[in-house]
C-alpha cells in the first residue's frame, strides 16, 4: 500500500501522476434502495469528513413498519499522499456487522502500519479468529469496496476522466465481507484483495455516467451524475443492486 507507483491512469497515456486537486466531501446522509435476489431492503449511508479522515457508515434493514437491522459497516481511512505527490485515501479500519441465520457474524479489521497488513479478527459460525493478512505488492491505490467511487475521486480521477472524456484506473479492491460472505453470495471474492480496473463507458441516455469495475471475470456497473456522485450500481452475477429510493410521490435525492 505504500509504495510509489508508476501512473494510476492506465488508458490516459498522456496524463502524468501529478498532485489533483479534489473538492471536499461534504456530511450527509442518504438513502437507497438495495434489491438482493429479487428482495427488496433499505440501504441508508452516512458520510463524515472531519480534518484528513473519512468516514462512511452504511446500514441495511428490512422494508415495512417493523424495521430490523440485518447489516452494518463502518469504514475509515486517511488522506495521504504518495511520493510521486498523487492524494490518495489511505485504508485504516472497517468494521462489519451481519445477521446471519439469526446469529451476529463481525469482521473487524485495523491498519498496521508497521506490518503493512491489516489485523483481523472474525466472529462467525464457527467461532472467533484472529490473523495477520499482509498487504500484496500490487501496483495501484487500495480502495475499501464501499468507498470505490470516494476513494477515486480524491486521487483526482474524475477531473482526468471530465477533462478527456476517457480513462481508466488501477485500483485493488479490499472486500470487506470477504470472511463473512462467502456463505451469501456465490461470485463475491473470498480473498481480501483484487486487483481490478475502474473503467469509465460514456454517458447514458438520462446523461448519467457509466463505469464498470472489472475484476477476475466480473463487472459491477456504476452509475454517477454529472458531477461524479455515486447514483446507482448494478452487480448482474449476484443478482443485486442499488438504486435510488423512491416513494409514491418522487425520488429521493442522489448522492
Known sequence: MMKNISC??????????????????????????????GEHYSFRRQTRHKKKKYLNIQSITTKG??????????????????????????????FLEVWIDKQKHITKMTLNKK?????????????VREFSQPFPSEEGVFCFYSQIVDC?????????????????????????GAFLYYSLYEFYPQELFTPAEFIFD?????SLLKFS????DQSIYYLLDQQYYFHSLFWITQNMSIVPATNKKKTRGNL
Open 152 to 176: 477515486l475521486r480524491v486521487t483526482g480521477f474524475f477531473d482526468k476522466v471530465k477533462k478527456h472524456n476517457a480513462g481508466a484506473a488501477k485500483v485493488n479492491v479490499i472486500w470487506e
Open 213 to 216: 469495475l472489472k475484476f477476475k
Open 8 to 37: 494510476l491512469f492506465l488508458l490516459l497515456t498522456f496524463v502524468s501522476c501529478s498532485r489533483l486537486n479534489f473538492s471536499t466531501p461534504k456530511d450527509s446522509v442518504k438513502k437507497w434502495e438495495l434489491i438482493d435476489q
Open 202 to 206: 460514456g454517458e447514458d441516455e438520462k
Open 65 to 94: 413498519n417493523s424495521k430490523k437491522q440485518i447489516e452494518k459497516l463502518k469504514v475509515v481511512s486517511g488522506i495521504g499522499i504518495l511520493k510521486n505527490k498523487l492524494q490518495i485515501l489511505r485504508p485504516e479500519y472497517s
Open 115 to 127: 506490518t503493512k497488513s491489516f489485523d483481523v479478527v472474525v466472529q462467525n459460525e464457527i467461532g
